[in-house]
């Protein structure tokens, strides 16, 4: 299919903005996020203490943006081992809560369609292939993919994010980020992009629930769109879509 070089490129997150991962997934990966630290800062074959787990995690969260960049700078942490085992869920298929019609929705909005999530790309893909997405998207972009420099850069560096949009060859003018974190969708609109606030499953912000959740769902400046449901995006093109 040939699109339009004007045409929009959506970049989507994946987790709390495609499907629920409140439900299901981000509790089983903070446990899995715990036991794996407990493990890095134990001693003499002792995992290591709640309070001194939630320090490191809230300390690491708070300087890096995510744990697992705490981890590996300062504990030495393979951040490929990190994310395969804190994203192992054998019963993943009946974790995933998402709406229907998913399909459907991609292939109405115009433009093209990208992944761009934070949670590694063997998870990202099986959650696409069970909500069977998995082919409405031209390129899958996980954090692994986020290297600048040879450092990771995810969500919300705005180097990642000028990076992606010089790979897809896109303006920022051209660009809409669809997200549930309000942090990214921040550093999108800073740098030129549209962005589009989905809030229906802010339950919990992060999988480790550091991030800000507000009370009440004011649509702050840098957010173009405020959706309860991606379903609700058709409607709402012409307030994205910028007009040539």
Known sequence: MNIP???????????????????AIFPAITANMNAYIARV??????????????????????????TMLGLVKH??????????????????????????????????????????????????????????????????????????????????????LRNVMKKQKAAPGRCILVEDTLANLRAARGLGMRTAWVTQYLKMADPIGMAHVPERYFRPQWVDVKVKSVRHLPARVSHLVRQR
């Open 41 to 66: 800062l134990g001693g003499n074959g002792e995992p290591a203490g709640l309070d001194a787990v939630n320090a490191a995690r809230t300390l690491y969260w708070r300087r890096y943006g995510a």
């Open 5 to 23: 070089r004007s045409s929009p490129v959506w970049l989507f997150d994946l987790d709390n903005t495609l499907h629920n991962a409140s439900h």
């Open 75 to 160: 504990h030495g942490v393979d951040s490929a081992h990190f994310l395969r085992v804190t994203h192992d869920f054998p019963e993943l298929a009946s974790m995933v809560r998402a709406e229907k019609g998913l399909g459907q929705l991609l292939r109405t909005l115009p433009g093209r369609k990208v992944l761009l999530t934070n949670a590694p790309q063997r998870y990202a893909r099986d959650v696409l292939r069970i909500l069977g997405i998995d082919r409405a998207f031209s390129h899958h972009i996980a954090i692994e993919h986020m290297r600048i420099h040879r450092q990771l850069r995810p969500k919300p560096s705005r180097l990642m």
